[in-house]
Each structure stands twice: as structure tokens, then as C-alpha cells.
Nanobody, 118 residues
Framework: QVQLVESGGGLVQAGGSLRLSCAAS????????MGWFRQAPGKEREFVGS????????YYGASAKGRFTISRDNAKNTVYLQMNSLKPEDTAVYYC???????????WGQGTQVTVSS
């Protein structure tokens, strides 16, 4: 059974940085893509970015470009979301998700809260 566990959220001042982690277990992820999403109160879930396990190809949503970086550690089955130059509008619950590359996301973590104060 696939499990995704996020960690690293918290409270940070505007302009600061946070690194989120997503530890994956339960299967081999070589043909999978790992994605980061976020959802702020009263708003729809937003795509942040993604990375493929095998080749490490990354893709970012508009809000993340230039400030956020996704990476992975295959040995640890962990994906990271490095967030720099954080803004109050980045405040949200951040989720990692996984799915077979090209077939959407089937597995979701429980989310971790990120709060950016002004």
C-alpha cells in the first residue's frame, strides 16, 4: 500500500524559506511522477510542480517558477520542495501526490501546513 508522508511545514516570515519533504513507501516508483499541490482556505487546489522519479524531469506551475525547486533522493524514496522568497499568498496546506507518469495522481499525502506571515 502506497504511503506518502509530508513534513517540514511551519510558520515563516515573508521572504524566508522552507523545505518540505515527502517520504514515499509501499511500491517501486521508477515509472511514477511525484507532484506537489497546495490548497489555501476557500480556494481550489493548485498545482505547484512535479518531478519524475526515473529521470528527475521537473515541471512547475506559474506560482512556483523561479522561487521553488523540486528534487528527489531515490535512495531515500523522498521528494523535496524547496521554497524560497516566500510570500503570504503562499500560505496553504501543501500536499504531495504520486501517480503513474501520464496517468494522473492516485496517491495523496495528508498535507502539511505552511503559513507565511507578513
Amino acid at each position: 500500500q502506497v504511503q506518502l508522508v509530508e513534513s517540514g511545514g511551519g510558520l515563516v516570515q515573508a521572504g524566508g524559506s522552507l523545505r518540505l519533504s515527502c517520504a514515499a513507501s509501499g511500491r517501486t516508483f521508477s515509472n511514477y511522477v511525484m507532484g506537489w499541490f497546495r490548497q489555501a482556505p476557500g480556494k481550489e487546489r493548485e498545482f505547484v510542480g512535479s518531478i519524475t522519479w526515473s529521470g528527475g524531469s521537473t515541471y512547475y506551475g506559474a506560482s512556483a517558477k523561479g522561487r521553488f525547486t523540486i528534487s528527489r533522493d531515490n535512495a531515500k524514496n523522498t521528494v523535496y520542495l524547496q521554497m524560497n522568497s516566500l510570500k503570504p499568498e503562499d500560505t496553504a496546506v501543501y500536499y504531495c501526490a504520486s501517480g503513474l507518469n501520464g496517468f494522473g495522481y492516485n496517491y495523496w499525502g495528508q498535507g502539511t501546513q505552511v503559513t507565511v506571515s507578513s
